[in-house]
Nanobody
Framework: QVQLVESGGGLVRPGGSLRLSCAAS????????VGWFRQAPGRERETVSC????????SYADFAKGRFTISRDNSKNMAYLQMTSLKSEDTAVYFC??????????????WGQGTQVTVSS
């Protein structure tokens, strides 16, 4: 069964950090680009970051640049999103998803169920 499962979300104070994980099962993540997305209540889903299958390309939304770092470990079938200097506006459900191919473009494949990140004092 093809599955992505996110973890690592939670409640954190402004300025704090979280590391989100995306675990793939039922397929080899190494063949696919992985993206992180988020959706806050009442807002549309937005792209946070993406990493190509062999890690040669990463991209970040403007709000994530300098604060978030995407990475992956193909040997563990995992992808990660390290988030630092968190702000209240980062509060959202965060999702990981694969693209249909090796690059951060085109159709999506699998989606995770999401993990809640709440930034509040």
């Amino acid at each position: 069964q093809v599955q992505l499962v996110e973890s690592g979300g939670g409640l954190v104070r402004p300025g704090g950090s979280l590391r989100l994980s995306c675990a793939a099962s039922g397929f080899s993540l190494e063949y696919y680009a992985v993206g992180w997305f988020r959706q806050a209540p009442g807002r549309e889903r937005e792209t946070v970051s993406c990493i190509s299958s062999n890690e040669d390309t990463t991209s970040y939304a403007d709000f994530a640049k300098g604060r978030f770092t995407i990475s992956r470990d193909n040997s563990k079938n995992m992808a990660y999103l390290q988030m630092t200097s968190l702000k209240s506006e980062d509060t959202a459900v965060y999702f990981c998803a694969t693209h249909a191919g090796r690059r951060c473009a085109g159709n999506f494949g699998a989606w995770g169920q999401g993990t809640q990140v709440t930034v509040s004092s």
